[in-house]
């Protein structure tokens, strides 16, 4: 079973054109929330980190905000260069009764100019 | 500047073979880490390391070998044992074991 789920898997926008991606999580005792950007054949790049429900994160186009369950990833008039794949990780504690970080699948979002 | 090297950039391992993949920082992070990259999956965790010559086994470890001698280093060897190791490996560091991570730009294994 997934403990964090990442949501559309894909995403196509038309430049300008804002949405949002979503990154839910069963892990309990959230110890923090994290964004990356993923460019094809990179190694992923921190965006943000996000610790308690209520607190939101800005960079440029970017605004991250968390709830008890759930993250958005809130992108405002998109350019093609924010065109990548975007992962979300928690960090807290699974099921199973350990301490983990674990890594959503992804969503991979492309901006048509 | 500071960040996370990996090297190579591709590499081919027969079968059969051990191949050891490299990783240096130079950001004086304590914490180190091995992730493996499959298409259509999360990153999942091979190895880590809080502080040199100490490593916990991850998710995946099977197949795979890491030393930390020093605080820069953390080299990975992918074994015979290994059964499927062709995928897209990751290094990264924090400051602290599940903080904010910083990646390298990977290697990607492939068996001929």
């Known amino acids: 079973e997934d403990q964090v789920t990442q949501s559309p898997e894909a995403l196509r926008l038309q430049e300008g054109e804002s949405s949002s991606l979503n990154c839910s999580y069963t892990v309990s005792g959230l110890r923090g929330l994290f964004w990356y950007r993923q460019d094809p054949g990179k190694g992923p790049e921190f965006l943000f980190t996000?610790?308690?429900a209520g607190e939101e994160k800005e960079k440029e186009r970017l605004k991250a905000t968390l709830t008890k369950k759930e993250s958005f990833l809130h992108i405002t008039a998109p350019k093609p260069e924010d065109s990548a794949t975007y992962l979300c990780?928690?960090?807290?504690?699974?099921?199973?009764?350990?301490?983990?970080?674990?890594f959503g699948k992804g969503t991979k979002l492309t901006v048509n100019p | 500047d500071g960040g996370i090297t990996q090297s190579p950039k591709y590499l081919f391992r027969k079968e059969g073979q051990n191949v050891t993949l490299s990783c240096e920082q130079n950001l004086n992070h304590d914490a180190m880490y091995w992730y493996r990259q499959d298409p259509g999956q999360g990153l999942r965790l091979i190895y880590y390391?809080?502080?040199?010559?100490?490593?916990q086994k991850g998710d995946i470890a099977e197949g795979y070998s890491v030393s930390r001698e020093k605080k820069e280093s953390f080299p990975l060897t992918v074994t015979s044992a290994q059964k499927n190791p062709t995928a897209f490996y990751l290094c990264?560091?924090?400051?602290?074991?599940?903080?904010?991570?910083?990646f390298g730009q990977g290697t990607r294994l492939t068996v001929v």
């Open positions: 990780a928690v960090h807290g504690w699974t099921q199973g009764g350990s301490e983990k970080l674990v």
């Open positions: 996000l610790y308690s």
């Open positions: 990264a560091s924090s400051t602290a074991v599940n903080t904010e991570a910083f």
């Open positions: 390391s809080q502080i040199v010559n100490d490593f």
